[in-house]
């Protein structure tokens, strides 16, 4: 059974802090990493998307995968209130199917 | 801008009734996919389709079917709504990625209430 899995949190930061986020995945055929950004009651929305070990930058969010540890990150500077949601991990590798977590629920606070 | 849009945002049903569920993409994706997603559960996914008419069964397909007749449409169906089929259903779409998956675009989803 492929899985990814994730803390559930709560994880609470303040503002203006780094908030970092973890996954790991137990099929080593995984090749393709996405963090969706999910707010009550909405559906997920792609923050961004990893294939390749090491770090990719997109302006406040950082993702973070190494293959040989089965981890994936994600690491928001500066956090804002804003950024408070569920995020999600997931993962997928040779088919279209991705395998999802459950989710991080962080909470920024003021 | 991928746009994917659900039927319906909330639908209150019976029990026993048969419940369509409709989803369309305007990207030309190739693949489609049915979840739903209750607490603690996360996301599980129910049926995908890899092309017009072709679909495959997901984690859980008891109680559902889907249709897919055309490329930019698919639908879900509950053949006989029970009450543990009450959930947040969502539809996504992505294009075929040689090596798979590709991006997955999620509808706004569609609250189903069973009563």
């Known amino acids: 059974q492929k899985e990814v899995e994730q803390n559930s949190g709560p994880l609470s930061v303040p503002e203006g802090a780094i908030a970092s986020l973890n996954c790991t995945y137990s099929?080593?055929?995984?090749?393709?990493f996405f963090w969706y950004r999910q707010y009550s009651g909405k559906s997920p929305e792609l923050i961004m998307f990893i294939y390749s070990n090491g770090d990719k930058e997109d302006g406040r969010f950082t993702a973070q995968l190494n293959k040989a540890s089965q981890y994936v990150s994600l690491l928001i500077r500066d956090s804002q209130p804003s950024d408070s949601a569920t995020y999600l991990c997931?993962?997928?590798?040779?088919?279209?199917?991705?395998?999802f977590g459950k989710g991080t629920k962080l909470t920024v606070n003021p | 801008d991928v746009k994917v849009t659900q039927s319906s945002r909330y639908l209150v049903k019976r029990t026993g009734e048969k419940v369509f569920l409709e989803c369309v993409q305007d990207m030309d994706h190739e693949n489609m996919f049915w979840y739903r997603q209750d607490p603690g559960l996360g996301l599980r996914l129910i049926y995908f389709?890899?092309?017009?008419?072709?679909?495959e069964k997901g984690d859980i397909p008891e109680g559902y079917s889907v249709s897919r007749e055309k490329k930019e449409r698919f639908s879900l169906i509950l053949e006989s709504a029970s009450t543990n089929q009450t959930s947040m259903y969502l539809c996504a779409s992505s294009d075929f990625l040689a090596g798979g998956p590709g991006t997955q675009y999620f509808g706004p989803g569609t609250r189903l209430l069973v009563l």
């Open positions: 389709s890899y092309d017009v008419k072709m679909k």
């Open positions: 997931a993962g997928g590798g040779g088919s279209e199917k991705l395998v």
């Open positions: 099929d080593r055929g995984s090749q393709s």
